[in-house]
């Protein structure tokens, strides 16, 4: 089911206003970064970086161009590892928190 603009603006909206959130999103895309799913990593990076840094801010930090880091996490993007690790990287300076993996025995 595809989301809906509205629902869209409403998590950017609470992201823009509440820190807690805007972390557990940062976590989230980790998250989903290292169990495999790709895609909705870089979705929910998207929606983070667009309602915190902002794409212009990231690719500035990057010494980027925007439109390539636009690219990396489109839906057809295939970042290097070492461009996503940097990226993670600054958005956590950003966010001032610092992500750590913990081992969890599966059920």
Same mark, same amino acid.
Not at 27 to 42: H, M, S
Not at 62 to 77: A, C, E, F, I, Y
Not at 79 to 99: D, F, G, M, S, W
């Given at each position: 089911?595809?989301?809906?603009?509205?629902? &869209?603006?409403?998590? %950017?909206? =609470?992201?823009?206003?509440?820190?807690?959130? &805007? &972390?557990?999103? %940062?976590?989230?895309?980790?998250?989903?970064?290292?169990?495999?799913?790709?895609?909705?990593?870089?979705?929910?990076?998207?929606?983070?970086?667009?309602?915190?840094?902002?794409?212009?801010?990231?690719?500035?930090?990057?010494?980027? @161009? @925007?439109? @390539?880091?636009?690219?990396?996490?489109?839906?057809?993007?295939?970042?290097?590892?070492?461009? #996503?690790?940097?990226? #993670?990287?600054?958005?956590?300076?950003?966010? =001032? !928190?610092? %992500?750590? !993996?913990? !081992?969890? &025995?599966?059920?």
């Amino acid at each position: 089911m595809p989301i809906t603009k509205q629902f &869209r603006k409403t998590i %950017l909206q =609470r992201a823009e206003s509440d820190a807690e959130f &805007r &972390r557990h999103m %940062l976590t989230e895309a980790v998250n989903e970064l290292i169990g495999g799913d790709l895609n909705a990593g870089k979705s929910i990076l998207r929606d983070y970086i667009n309602a915190t840094i902002t794409f212009e801010g990231l690719a500035n930090k990057l010494k980027k @161009s @925007s439109k @390539s880091v636009h690219r990396m996490l489109g839906p057809r993007g295939n970042p290097r590892a070492e461009n #996503i690790l940097e990226i #993670i990287k600054l958005l956590q300076t950003h966010e =001032r !928190v610092t %992500l750590q !993996v913990k !081992v969890k &025995r599966a059920a």
